[in-house]
T-cell receptor, first 114, second 112 residues
Framework: DAGVIQSPRHEVTEMGQEVTLRCKPISGHDYLFWYRQTMMRGLELLIYFNNNVPIDDSGMPEDRFSAKMPNASFSTLKIQPSEPRDSAVYFC????????????FGPGTRLTVL | AQSVTQPDIHITVSEGASLELRCNYSYGATPYLFWYVQSPGQGLQLLLKYFSGDTLVQGIKGFEAEFKRSQSSFNLRKPSVHWSDAAEYFCAVGAGGFKTIFGAGTRLFVKA
């Protein structure tokens, strides 16, 4: 299995621009998670999906952030407009019901907003 | 509310020495507990997990952890550290519904 795939691995953009991060979960996994990691705040859960349906988006910082999962093999996290404080590493992780809470993480997208 | 505390921001050990990373959790019911490792530039990888049964759990790469309910702890240990173990280690608790709460992490440095 290829594992969780994220793209791009690095993104540098200017304040005010739209940013779209992409994730392909492990085939057969029915849970997908988006996390943000910063030095100041550590690893924060932003949102998670089950069977493509958002279950808990309480961690999404504000309306500039949105996430979608149009099918079982693809999810996006969009920031519009981006701000410098959004600079972080964004991780996608997936899990299967039979895996009892074990999450498999992608390599992350390092976002820098100038 | 569920929470995880890793009291040590960073730890330095000599190669070949033993290691113990501390983790304390707060959770109202029997917790699901995890240790993950993150190498530089990588995502998190599961080392081991505890759900029930034997309180001493064996994981990958020679790591083990012991669940102590009376102390609300789940400390990670390794008898002999290798230079390749240098990484950041995260303790986590399953908060129900597949939501996982992660600690702030402990960065491990290994000196020759």
């Amino acid at each position: 299995d290829a594992g969780v795939i994220q793209s791009p691995r690095h993104e540098v953009t200017e304040m005010g621009q739209e940013v779209t991060l992409r994730c392909k979960p492990i085939s057969g996994h029915d849970y997908l998670f988006w996390y943000r990691q910063t030095m100041m705040r550590g690893l924060e859960l932003l949102i998670y999906f089950n069977n493509n349906v958002p279950i808990d988006d309480s961690g999404m910082p504000e309306d500039r952030f949105s996430a979608k999962m149009p099918n079982a093999s693809f999810s996006t996290l969009k920031i519009q407009p981006s701000e410098p404080r959004d600079s972080a590493v964004y991780f996608c992780a997936s899990s299967s019901t039979s895996g009892v809470d074990t999450q498999y993480f992608g390599p992350g997208t390092r976002l820098t907003v100038l | 509310a569920q929470s995880v505390t890793q009291p040590d921001i960073h730890i330095t050990v000599s190669e070949g020495a033993s290691l113990e990373l501390r983790c304390n959790y707060s959770y109202g019911a029997t917790p699901y507990l995890f240790w993950y490792v993150q190498s530089p530039g990588q995502g998190l990888q599961l080392l081991l997990k505890y759900f029930s049964g034997d309180t001493l759990v064996q994981g990958i790469k020679g790591f083990e952890a012991e669940f102590k309910r009376s102390q609300s702890s789940f400390n990670l240990r390794k008898p002999s550290v290798h230079w390749s173990d240098a990484a950041e280690y995260f303790c986590a608790v399953g908060a129900g519904g597949f939501k996982t709460i992660f600690g702030a992490g402990t960065r491990l440095f290994v000196k020759a």
